[in-house]
């Protein structure tokens, strides 16, 4: 039966119509040839219309499989579309001269805004409506509604950070906190899941920064932020050290193991919001805390076997070596172009869809020369080298051929 359900590309006439007749060079004989007010129309009437479509579509016999895929198409290209009207409307610099009638004629801008009002009208009913579908993990927002939330959340970063600041939190913790939501803020490119991510995380906090009873402020914003499953590696690095300068301070091994073993139990106590969490490929948070104990734990158990009323003094010193990361002798721009090659070679097979996670991997867990950390995003753009980079490879590659010949006679 599924097979017998006609379904199209409902965006087809108003993609057609953006790249054709309502283009920057064509607009304007348009709205000569069709008049503002009739062209008006029939770009709302067709908005009407794709929702419609979608809307009935989502009540005929066809496979979620098949319908989930037909909407994050439209879900996308309605995005695209949206994103060439902004830029039609506010032209950049390289581009406001040689568009610059769209602006002298008001009426171009009315069309272009009235193609904006029916494309966020289809946008709209299927983030609300159809919001299962969604792609929010790798789609990204909508140039115009990025700066927008980015303004928002970065007024309420401004009121997030006063209230950390009067309740004397931790100042690095503070500044992980704050760094994360300007980061996100200055993307050139924001997900759905990554804005969602951090409003929430906003919210979330301004709301236990309420209370004005006395707590363990670090610990009480520590907490939230292990609820919210925030498994940033920076994160995780300012918990280790938290726990580890605390317990390091402990004069005898009783002391310290129940330190420990006090976390522990404080850890599970901390409810995770289900579904949630800085970035879906990492462990969460508490596993990962939950791991760095258990490492102690059984460190010092092993340390105070002849002597158990000594105490362990380099804690501090352990927590900031667990985090380890493979220390490699090469640039980004090399790291870049050695992975590439070696995806081409098949000797780091990568599944269709899973480069991503590929690159993440890497920039979580090797540092170059300079950079203590990289960027997943930074290290995929360094898979296509210049030819310096190349003529460094080549250089390299002669080294093998000669180190090989060492080998095969020894």
Avoid at 49 to 74: K, P, V, Y
Avoid at 168 to 185: F, K, M, N
Avoid at 353 to 370: D, I, L
């Amino acid at each position: 039966m599924h097979s017998q359900i006609q379904t199209r590309f409902e965006l087809s006439h108003l993609e057609q119509d953006l790249h054709d007749k309502l283009s920057p060079g064509n607009i304007s004989q348009t709205i000569q040839a069709e008049g503002t007010a009739g062209l008006k129309a029939a770009i709302a009437a067709e908005g009407r219309r794709i929702s419609t479509a979608l809307r009935e579509l989502t009540c005929s016999n066809i496979a979620e499989e098949l319908l989930g895929r037909i909407i994050r198409t439209h879900q996308r290209e309605t995005i695209k579309m949206l994103d060439n009207v902004y830029c039609y409307i506010n032209p950049a610099e390289a581009a406001a001269a040689e568009n610059r009638h769209i602006k002298e004629d008001p009426r171009n801008t009315e069309i272009y805004q009235a193609l904006k009002a029916a494309l966020r009208h289809i946008l709209s009913y299927i983030e609300k409506d159809l919001h299962k579908y969604l792609d929010r993990e790798h789609q990204q927002l909508p140039e115009s509604e990025r700066q927008a939330s980015a303004r928002e959340m970065m007024a309420d970063r401004n009121i997030l950070w006063a209230k950390l600041k009067a309740k004397q939190v931790d100042e690095q913790l503070v500044h992980l906190v704050l760094e994360h939501i300007a980061v996100q803020c200055s993307r050139a490119t924001l997900t759905y899941q990554a804005q969602d991510y951090t409003r929430h995380l906003q919210r979330h906090l301004l709301q236990a920064l309420k209370s004005n009873r006395r707590k363990d402020w670090d610990k009480k914003i520590a907490a939230e932020l292990i609820s919210l499953n925030f498994n940033k590696r920076s994160f995780f690095t300012w918990c280790r050290r938290y726990m580890a300068r605390e317990i390091d301070s402990y004069t005898d091994s009783t002391a310290q193991t129940s330190g420990f073993s006090w976390y522990l139990k404080a850890l599970k106590q901390i409810p995770v919001i289900p579904k949630t969490g800085y970035k879906s490929g990492r462990p969460g948070i508490r596993k990962l805390l939950n791991s760095y104990i258990g490492v102690e734990l059984m460190y010092l158990s092993g340390r105070h076997k002849d002597n158990p009323e000594a105490a362990v003094k380099d804690l501090k010193e352990r927590a900031e070596k667990f985090d380890y990361k493979l220390p490699l002798n090469l640039t980004v721009d090399q790291l870049g172009l050695f992975v590439e090659l070696f995806i081409r070679l098949d000797i780091f097979p990568v599944e269709k869809g899973k480069m991503k996670m590929t690159m993440e991997f890497f920039a979580e867990n090797v540092s170059t020369v300079g950079r203590s950390s990289i960027s997943a995003v930074s290290l995929n753009n360094k898979r296509r080298p210049d030819s310096r980079t190349i003529a460094w490879m080549r250089d390299k590659v002669k080294g093998i051929e000669g180190l090989l010949e060492v080998m095969e006679g020894e």
